[in-house]
T-cell receptor, first 114, second 112 residues
Framework: NAGVTQTPKFRILKIGQSMTLQCTQD?????MYWYRQDPGMGLKLIYY???????DKGEVPNGYNVSRSTTEDFPLRLELAAPSQTSVYFC?????????????FGPGTRLTVT | GEDVEQSLFLSVREGDSSVINCTYT??????LYWYKQEPGAGLQLLTY?????DMKQDQRLTVLLNKKDKHLSLRIADTQTGDSAIYFC????????????FGRGTSLIVHP
């Protein structure tokens, strides 16, 4: 199993540009999550999904959109990039609720918006 | 929202014990976790403790939980240079989405 994979690893965007961060897991996990990690800060939850077709907002959803059309994929869309979105983005998955099962994290995407 | 607080840095000599501390505010926390993040990598679950326990040992790792003071610690015995990483404390609430709240992480630096 590859686990949780994310692409790209690095990206530089200009203000106002759009992009999609890709996340795929091959463990047949029901739950998937997007977090952002700002320097010296903990992870903040952006969006999560409890299964295909179901998504919900986390703590910091503004400026982002997600979709979950398959169990494996959970892309994160930035429509109008802003400097405040400069961060490292982590995708994670868990078999079931994090109350019951371990979260597995991808290696991250480092995004800079200038 | 609920808070999880950690000190930002810890420096130890190789072979010594490391103790990383964490405090949290949610009295209904059920699971408390320690994650390890190595440079350029995602977080990896190191160990966890259920809120009705006060201690858990796993090889070189000892987790202590003081529920009254809402204090969690991670002790690493015989710390090695390979233990250099950022360690995150996290807690899961007893209701809602059960999604963990993470602290800011403690950078552990192990020098020879």
């Amino acid at each position: 199993n590859a686990g949780v994979t994310q692409t790209p690893k690095f990206r530089i965007l200009k203000i106002g540009q759009s992009m999609t961060l890709q996340c795929t897991q091959d463990m047949n996990h029901n739950y998937m999550y997007w977090y952002r990690q700002d320097p010296g800060m903990g992870l903040k939850l952006i969006y999560y999904s409890v299964g295909a077709g179901i998504t919900d907002k986390g703590e910091v959803p503004n400026g982002y959109n997600v979709s979950r059309s398959t169990t494996e994929d959970f892309p994160l869309r930035l429509e109008l990039a802003a400097p405040s979105q400069t961060s490292v983005y982590f995708c994670a998955s868990s078999l079931d609720s994090p109350y019951l099962s371990e979260q597995y994290f991808g290696p991250g995407t480092r995004l800079t918006v200038t | 929202g609920e808070d999880v607080e950690q000190s930002l840095f810890l420096s130890v000599r190789e072979g010594d014990s490391s103790v990383i501390n964490c405090t949290y505010t949610d009295s209904s926390s059920t699971y408390l976790y320690w994650y390890k993040q190595e440079p350029g990598a995602g977080l990896q679950l190191l160990t966890y403790i259920f809120s009705n326990m006060d201690m858990k040992q796993d090889q070189r790792l000892t987790v202590l939980l003081n529920k009254k003071d809402k204090h969690l610690s991670l002790r690493i015995a015989d710390t090695q240079t390979g233990d250099s990483a950022i360690y995150f404390c996290a807690e899961t609430p007893s209701g809602g989405s059960y999604i963990p709240t993470f602290g800011r992480g403690t950078s552990l630096i192990v020098h020879p």
